[in-house]
């Protein structure tokens, strides 16, 4: 019986992909960077990460130093001066050694730019700068007990109480709950008017009277990455913290970031598909049945073979997509097919891949049977996957 491996992240083999075409020195040496942070800094404390339900808050500090947070802010505001291309590259890497410990792509990739995108100068100079060393750590508070995609329905509630909001309300699923000391808060300004009711309020935690965090979240997958439930109990936040400057535009401002984020996704789907690959080619040239290698075996070779065309095309959509956000036409419809798409795919292949794993693949120890629990909640996060589906619809019923 070979060993499990539980060092280091597998690269590809045999088949090299092709070259991206949107990659440069300056991505490379970024990808190498990263690769080193997540493998030095992330991947020796998974195990205890996993057993306490989130990562040490100094990671985010960690990342901040290497500078991992906030790639595609501008300088002007602490960032990286990078574009989409600088978070898709850490994005990958992330996924591709297996580590959720933090959520980049929720802090970076959307808190960061809904900032950018509506918030005011000042609200930019006081808090990008520091989300981008790690003094900050974002979340995005959107879903409630009764409340997940259909965001009309969220009962939080911020009434104007003369220079303040009061807040009210309890949100669930909150990534980067535990550590988070500015949050991104989907709350009802008015509670008679549905969408055009919803705005967004930017939340300070620290020493902030009423606000409570809940337990960390006991979930399938993706244990290393802190989860919890928020509840705000008439806290007061000042009005300039409103996203926008105007009351009920928050419906729209979430939608205009739906693509970025759910892009994101699937990159991360994609750099997962190519992992379960990688690990599975290596356990099936060294594992013999029968007399010969696993790899030997005709069903083995077609299932990796299909697994493979599978990744292989999924990286080449999404590539398209990354091309067509940078020039600003990448629209919802078909954002929403790359989210669902991947997601779906990621996890058929990590399942075919455990499959040729055997019993070992039911066995915590082998990455592949965590990476089984940690797609799972692709096809859920960032919209389930039947909502892409009605919204892909929709365009085509137009």
């Known amino acids: 019986m070979s060993s499990p491996p539980v060092h280091g992240t597998p690269r590809a083999a045999g088949i090299q992909p092709a070259p991206r075409p ?24 998974e195990a205890r990460w996993t057993a306490q339900h ?39 890497e992330q996924a591709t050694a297996m ?74 699923f909150i990534t980067n709950g535990h550590h988070a000391n500015l949050v991104c808060v989907a709350v009802k300004t008015d509670a008679a008017a549905g969408a055009k009711g919803v705005s967004l309020v930017m939340v300070e935690t620290d020493g902030l009277e009423g606000f409570r965090r809940g337990r960390l979240l006991e979930k399938l997958g993706q244990k290393t990455m802190d989860t919890t439930e928020l509840f705000f109990d008439q806290i007061r936040v000042p009005a300039d913290n409103l996203l926008g400057g105007e009351e009920g535009r ?28 990688a690990e599975t080619t290596d356990h099936v040239r060294q ?21 493979q065309t599978q990744a292989t095309v999924a990286r080449s959509f999404v590539d398209d997509c990354i091309g067509r956000l940078l020039r600003g036409e990448l629209d919802v419809p078909t954002a929403a097919m790359a989210k669902w798409w991947t997601t779906q795919t990621n996890c058929q292949i990590v399942d075919e891949c455990l499959q040729l794993f055997g019993g070992y693949g039911y066995m915590t120890e082998y990455p592949i049977s965590r990476l089984y629990a940690d797609v799972r909640v692709g096809k859920i996060y960032g919209g389930a996957n039947e909502v892409m589906k009605e919204i892909i619809a929709r365009a085509m019923d137009r």
Request: with cysteine; aromatic share 8%; net charge neutral.
């Open 250 to 277: 928050g419906f729209t401002q979430l939608m205009q970031q739906l693509p970025q984020e759910r892009l994101l996704i699937a990159v991360g789907a994609v750099a997962t598909m190519h992992r379960a690959i």
């Open 287 to 307: 594992r013999e049945i029968f007399g010969k290698p696993l790899m030997a075996l005709q069903n083995t070779r077609f299932k990796l073979a299909e697994c």
């Open 99 to 172: 580590v959720a410990a933090f959520s980049n792509n929720v802090h970076s990739g959307i808190v960061a730019h809904y900032i950018l995108a509506y918030g005011s100068e000042a609200q930019k100079r006081r808090w990008l700068p520091r989300m981008a060393t790690g003094e900050l750590v974002a979340a995005i508070a959107m879903s409630e007990p009764g409340a997940g995609t259909d965001l009309q329905r969220i009962k939080a509630s911020a009434l104007r109480d003369g220079g303040d909001y009061l807040i009210s309300g309890s949100k669930t």
């Open 22 to 45: 949107w990659m440069d020195a300056d991505l490379e040496m970024l990808r190498d960077t990263a690769r080193r942070f997540f493998e030095r800094e992330c991947v020796p404390h």
């Open 54 to 92: 989130h990562a040490d808050r100094q990671i985010w500090n960690k990342a901040g130093q290497a500078g991992l947070l906030c790639a595609s802010i501008p300088e002007e505001y602490g960032g990286g001066g990078g574009s989409f291309l600088h978070e898709a590259v850490i994005c990958e």
